[in-house]
Each structure stands twice: as C-alpha cells, then as structure tokens.
C-alpha cells in the first residue's frame, strides 16, 4: 500500500509569484484535505475534495485554490504569494469525507 | 466555528514515566478526536483516535478518554521511551460533514533517558 506522497519537499519563491503544491492520494482514497502549517502552530485546515468536487472550505482566500483529478490526485495553488504563505503545507487523504486522514510529509514553501 | 485547547505546550518526563495530554474542545457537534504525533520534517502522523460513542480506547502503550459532557479529551501514554519523543496534536471534528480537522497548538513531549 503506497502512503500519500507530496511534491516538491522544498519550495522557495518570491512575494507575489504564484505556486503550485502536488499530492497524491494513499492507494485506495478518494478524498484530500489540504492544511497550512506555520511554524510552531497546529495544521489549518485550507479545503478538502472529494471526487473532484470541492467539499468544504476553511477561512482562506480565493487566492488559495485547488484541484482534484480523476485518479484522486490533487493541486493546490496558491497565487499573488506574500509573506505570510511561507509553512509547511500538508495534504491528507481518506477514504470519503468521513473517514480517518493520513498525512503526507507536506511540502516546506519559504516567500522571500 | 470549533476551537480546540491543548495543555501543556510543553512537556518533560524522565523515561519509564508516564505522559498526559489534555484538550478540551468548543462545538458540542464535533463526534471525532484523532491524535496525531509529529517528528521533526515529518507530517503528522495518526497514533490513536476515539469517536464519541466511546469513552475509552487503548492501544498499548498509548490510550485516550473522553468525557463529552465537560468537552474534554486526554492522550495518555504510558512505559515512555526516547523514541516517544516528538510534538503531539489533539484534533476534533464532525464527521457528518466535510471532516475539516481543528488542531490543537500541539505539544512538544521530550523523554530524558
């Protein structure tokens, strides 16, 4: 059983470039929630999807956005990067909304 | 919306002892509390979870209560090893909905040898 894996590991970009973050799903899991984590905080939730469709969202703006495809895999991009973006983003798949998430090792994006 | 609380931020024991973390949360419609640990450059990874048909779940060494009347949830693990150490998160959510997971601020455990 293949766990989630993420890309890139390491992401550094400038204030207001645009970037995009990459997951793919456990084997078997149809759904991703995507969290922001800055450093020395607990993960926030940014939006989850669930067979392509968005399926909730937290309090993070439209410049946050994302994309789910048909092998489950999923995107998140983030445009007009300021500062404040820079954390480890995490993403985590499940089995339907409703079941147990399991991270991935997350992706560490640094905004100079 | 759901907030969670999480004590200690810190939290140090010698090994052999045995560790407690404790969380209370706000929404009384939350039915799902995970806890995660996470190691240095790592995601957070699950350890233990209770859904609130339940008061009590062991797993080893590690075990959780909840009491959903004073909205409290507690990770209780016990024999600590070196290995134990790593920053712990307590979160909850409804699982009727999308399960959007509310974090703790987390807890950094350290077992001295």
């Known amino acids: 059983e293949t766990g989630v894996t993420q890309s890139p590991t390491h992401l550094i970009k400038t204030r207001g470039q645009q970037v995009t973050l990459r997951c793919s799903s456990q084997?078997?899991?149809?759904?991703v929630s995507w969290y922001q984590q800055a450093l020395g905080q607990g993960p926030q939730f940014i939006f989850q999807?669930?067979?392509?469709?968005?399926?909730g969202r937290g309090n993070f703006p439209p410049r946050f956005s994302g994309l789910q495809f048909p092998n489950y895999s999923s995107e998140l991009n983030v445009n007009a990067l300021e500062l404040d973006d820079s954390a480890l983003y995490l993403c985590?798949?499940?089995?339907?909304?409703?079941?147990?998430?399991?991270f991935g090792p997350g992706t560490r994006l640094l905004v100079l | 919306g759901e907030n969670v609380e999480q004590h200690p931020s810190t939290l140090s024991v010698q090994e052999g002892d045995s560790a407690v973390i404790k969380c209370t949360y706000s929404d009384s419609a939350s039915n799902y509390f995970p806890w995660y640990k996470q190691e240095l450059g790592k995601g957070p990874q699950l350890i233990i979870d209770i859904r609130s048909n339940v008061g009590e779940k062991k797993d080893q060494r590690i075990a959780v209560t909840l009491n959903k009347t004073a909205k409290h949830f507690s990770l209780h693990i016990t024999e600590t090893q070196p290995e134990d150490s790593a920053v712990y998160f307590c979160?909850?959510?409804?699982?009727?909905?999308?399960?959007?997971?509310?974090f703790g601020q987390g807890t950094r455990l350290t077992i001295n040898p």
């Open positions: 979160a909850a959510t409804n699982i009727q909905g999308a399960q959007k997971l509310v």
């Open positions: 999807y669930y067979r392509e469709e968005e399926n």
């Open positions: 985590a798949s499940s089995l339907g909304g409703r079941e147990t998430q399991y």
């Open positions: 084997s078997g899991h149809n759904t």
